[in-house]
């Protein structure tokens, strides 16, 4: 590790300590479990992660169930952001089309969607498209309601997208016309001229998409039929009055969240690194 990589690693550790021993100072002067609980009761159930918590099975289970959940709804919602942000942006005519609609549904909380969403899917999962009369197929199939993916997609959805168009709209037209001139086909210049210049922005989109991805989770979870998952150990967690548990549950968000990001910030680092250099 380069000395200025391991000095900026060591300085972004200052603030994690601190806060660690704030906890640390606070959960021994409180002295309730269930307030705060303190750092050694949450690192003992990392310690015995595989075992059954609370009769939700281990953690690595829920935390696969809901990992799985939300590259669903992930997936979903940025396989539709993505063509149509490209579109909006490049196309005044489509953005024009669909602008004003998707202005109205944006700023509409995913949450705010549940009833509806129930009413719409009920329980069904993808369980229900394949049949599947039991075992342990269908119960793991059961577990990813379309509900789930819905909320979660939802709320991928409006960042990629506005990001996206955002990106498209901002490459300079000056690029776009010299291509014209030089006799540059429509396919040449979304290909080598659109994509490339607005990739660095919809890679940001992306990133925030997938946080947002992860803090619908937990309202996704709580759905009715939901019975695994991170979010939902957390919620049953709290009615039993284990902070520690929901600590724990939250800790795991955090970290596969910020890992999750952090692949994004590598894929900036080796290919987009131009972007920093122009500004």
């Known amino acids: 590790m380069k000395t200025k990589d391991f000095k900026t690693t060591l300085y972004g550790l200052i603030v994690p300590i601190m806060f660690l021993i704030m906890w640390g100072i606070l959960s021994n002067k409180i002295g309730n479990e269930v307030i705060l609980p303190k750092i050694s009761s949450v690192l003992n159930n990392f310690a015995h992660a595989t075992q059954d918590f609370i009769g939700l099975g281990s953690l690595p289970t829920n935390i696969f169930v809901s990992l799985i959940r939300v590259i669903l709804g992930y997936t979903a919602g940025v396989i539709l952001a993505i063509p149509l942000g490209l579109l909006m942006g490049y196309k005044n005519k489509v953005y024009g089309l669909f602008n004003t609609f998707i202005n109205i549904f944006r700023p509409i909380p995913p ?32 577990n990813f309601k379309f509900s789930m993916v819905f ?20 490459v300079p037209k000056t690029l776009i016309e010299s291509a014209k001139v030089l006799g540059a086909s429509e396919r040449d210049i979304f290909l080598k001229i659109l994509l490339p210049a607005s990739a660095p922005t919809i890679i940001t989109g992306l990133r925030t998409g997938l946080g947002i991805a992860w803090s619908c989770l937990v309202s996704a979870e709580m759905l009715p039929g939901s019975l695994s998952g991170v979010g939902y150990l957390i919620t049953h967690a709290y009615e039993l009055g284990r902070t520690d548990l929901v600590i724990t549950g939250v800790t795991c968000i955090g970290l596969i969240g910020a890992s999750l990001d952090y692949i994004y910030r590598l894929i900036e680092k080796r290919h987009f690194s131009w972007q920093n250099k122009i500004r």
């Open 151 to 170: 909320i979660i997609g939802l709320g991928t959805f409006f960042p990629v997208l506005t990001n996206t168009v955002f990106a498209v709209r901002t």
């Open 111 to 142: 949450l705010a969607w549940v009833p509806l969403v129930l009413a719409w899917f009920g329980v069904s999962s993808f369980a229900t498209i394949f049949n599947l009369p039991g075992g342990e197929m269908q119960a793991f199939l059961n």
